[in-house]
Nanobody
Framework: VQLQASGGGLVQAGDSLRLSCLTS????????MGWFRQAPGKEREFVAS????????LYADSVKGRFTISRDNAKSTVDLQMNSLRPEDTAVYYC??????????????????WGQGTLVTVSS
């Protein structure tokens, strides 16, 4: 299983960025997908999660109203549209795959597979 996250970069506060995660799973539509992030010196934290068909979505309070998670099951991709970026959004962003259950989850231990991460840096 491979998850490849891309789209990170250096932006200014208030800018937008779109992350994408491409997976190699043949049955992508049966997996819950999530995005997490880890800032320097901090623990990994939940960002967003989306159910198999996109009908159920969770967001961290810190990104609600600014970030949007979406998926394209035909392309086996899950995206994270990030608007109104803030310096505190600076982190390595990871996509993750949950196969054991059908519901989105806030918890990293519920996800079995992880991508390599993509760095987002937001300058003030």
């Amino acid at each position: 299983v491979q998850l490849q996250a891309s789209g990170g970069g250096l932006v200014q506060a208030g800018d937008s960025l779109r992350l994408s995660c491409l997976t190699s799973g043949r049955t992508f539509s049966t997996y819950v997908m999530g995005w997490f992030r880890q800032a320097p010196g901090k623990e990994r934290e939940f960002v967003a999660s989306i159910s198999r068909l996109g009908g159920s979505i969770l967001y961290a309070d810190s990104v609600k109203g600014r970030f949007t998670i979406s998926r394209d099951n035909a392309k086996s991709t899950v995206d994270l549209q990030m608007n109104s970026l803030r310096p505190e959004d600076t982190a390595v962003y990871y996509c993750a795959e949950r196969r054991r259950d059908t519901y989105p989850s806030y918890f990293s231990y519920d996800y079995e597979y992880w991508g390599q991460g993509t760095l987002v840096t937001v300058s003030s």
